[in-house]
Nanobody, 115 residues
């Protein structure tokens, strides 16, 4: 089973930037799609961004224009570049990857945006 490890979370002021990384245990070529989701305290998990093996991307309306998802197949790593962060972006961010109908999840990394 694939292992996904997120990193890059932290505390940032509103308007700041962070880049999250998701390192996979093995080649990410096998994944049809990879993505990021987040869960804020007291809220349901929200899908934030998705990138397919062909490089197509899709974003939640709440992050469009501020977040960019990308993947580096040579490093088996996916990224989420976040700009102009807002307090409502505070959440635990999880990466996920889908292959052959099976979705794997990382343990999450905390992002806290102070006002």
């Amino acid at each position: 089973q694939v292992q996904l490890v997120e990193s890059g979370g932290g505390l940032v002021q509103a308007g700041g930037s962070l880049r999250l990384s998701c390192a996979a245990s093995g080649s990410i070529f096998r994944f049809n799609a990879m993505g990021w989701a987040r869960r804020a305290p007291g809220k349901q998990r929200e899908l934030v961004a998705v990138i397919t093996s062909g490089g197509h991307t899709n974003y939640a309306d709440s992050v469009k224009g501020r977040f960019t998802i990308s993947r580096d197949n040579s490093k088996n790593t996916m990224y989420l570049q976040m700009h102009n962060l807002k307090p409502e972006d505070t959440a635990v961010y999880y990466c996920n990857a889908e292959s052959a109908g099976i979705r794997s999840w990382g343990q999450g990394t905390q992002v806290t945006v102070s006002s």
